[in-house]
């Protein structure tokens, strides 16, 4: 979103806050507002009556989220604030008015959309197809990102969150990182996890 585009946006929206924790969205909501994040960062994840959770997403200032009310129907995963979250709300009429005048904005969302379903798709393959193993370095290898010359992955990941993006327990996500820790392949941080070299193809 440009500088022009961003304050365009504020014209419709409204500034609201959440305290850490704080359920934004409920999957399964009626509800037509789409979020952009000013500060704070928020998990996108689906659970089951059990308490148990599969995140999909971690969204950090300048992500937004709601969107796909754009087309009717019930909101199709919860969001919840990892950290208090400031956010300017805009309800999908105003959305819609903004997208009529904001034609680059368009392509930029529609690129979001298609690339949300390519991870989908790869989700479920990695479900389908892949081990444990190969399913935790699958998501590192789509985390990271280049910076300075290293693979980085800036998100602020707990060993628990990666276990519930790839459906496996805890433990199992803290014994393949100490192996890759061990062997070189990474370095963990409380931060952020360096990508040192190419990730085995089998643990």
């Known amino acids: 979103m440009t500088p022009q585009e961003a ?11 959440y305290p850490r924790h704080a359920i934004i969205i ?7 507002s789409v979020y952009f994040i000013l500060s704070g960062l928020v998990k996108v994840f689906l659970s089951d009556n059990n308490g148990n959770e599969v995140i999909m997403a971690t969204l950090k200032p300048g992500d937004y989220f709601g969107e796909m009310t754009i087309e009717p129907g019930f909101r199709s995963a919860s969001v919840m ?9 805009v ?49 590192l290898n789509d985390l990271a990102e280049n910076v300075d010359g290293k693979r980085l992955i800036r998100e602020p990941l707990t060993q628990q969150e990666m276990a519930s993006r790839i459906g496996c327990s805890r433990e199992m996500v803290s014994k393949i990182l100490k192996d890759l820790n061990i062997g070189g392949y990474v370095e963990v941080t409380r931060k952020s996890i360096e990508i040192k070299r190419p990730l085995p193809a089998s643990w």
């Not at 304050?7 to 806050?17: I, N, Q």
């Not at 604030?81 to 709300?89: F, R």
């Open 81 to 89: 604030a990892i950290e208090p979250v400031s956010a300017a709300v």
């Open 91 to 139: 309800h999908m009429t105003d959305f819609r008015s903004f997208l009529r005048t904001h034609p680059d904005f368009v392509f930029s969302l529609l690129g979001k959309l298609i690339r949300r379903v390519r991870l989908v798709n790869r989700s479920l393959k990695g479900l389908a197809l892949l081990d444990v193993y190969g399913r935790l370095t699958q998501l």
């Open 26 to 32: 409920n999957e399964g909501d009626d509800s037509d």
């Open 7 to 17: 304050e365009d946006l504020m014209g419709y929206a409204t500034t609201r806050s």
